[in-house]
Nanobody, 122 residues
Framework: QVQLVESGGKLVQAGGSLRLSCAAS????????MGWFRQAPGKERSFVAV?????????FYVDSVKDRFTISRDNAKNTVYLQMNSLKPEDTAVYYC??????????????WGQGTQVTVSS
């Protein structure tokens, strides 16, 4: 079992930065790939970024956040991060972290956090 708790979401102006954190419980955190997803009002949950298990040597991003967002993990702290720069109003959503397979598909993830709200004002 893995329990996930996101934090760091807030209201920010366009062009600003935020760092989201996702703290995991359980001894098996490092064995899971970790993903970030987001869900805007009236839309389906969509993939943002993923980092591979163990050393996190592989990452993958949705095109719309490439060169703006960076996913990273600290296995010693059981935490995964999403550094978000040059934020745009279209980045406004509830952001979720998830533990599972290295994939951009919601179905590949077994465990989900409760989400943290990111609002970007224009």
């Amino acid at each position: 079992q893995v329990q996930l708790v996101e934090s760091g979401g807030k209201l920010v102006q366009a062009g600003g930065s935020l760092r989201l954190s996702c703290a995991a419980s359980g001894r098996t955190f490092s064995s899971y790939a970790m993903g970030w997803f987001r869900q805007a009002p009236g839309k389906e949950r969509s993939f943002v970024a993923v980092i591979s298990s163990w050393s996190g040597g592989r990452t993958f991003y949705v095109d719309s956040v490439k060169d703006r967002f960076t996913i990273s993990r600290d296995n010693a702290k059981n935490t995964v991060y999403l550094q978000m720069n040059s934020l745009k109003p279209e980045d406004t959503a509830v952001y979720y972290c998830a533990a599972g397979g290295y994939s951009g598909s919601v179905a590949a993830y077994n465990y989900w956090g409760q989400g943290t709200q990111v609002t970007v004002s224009s």
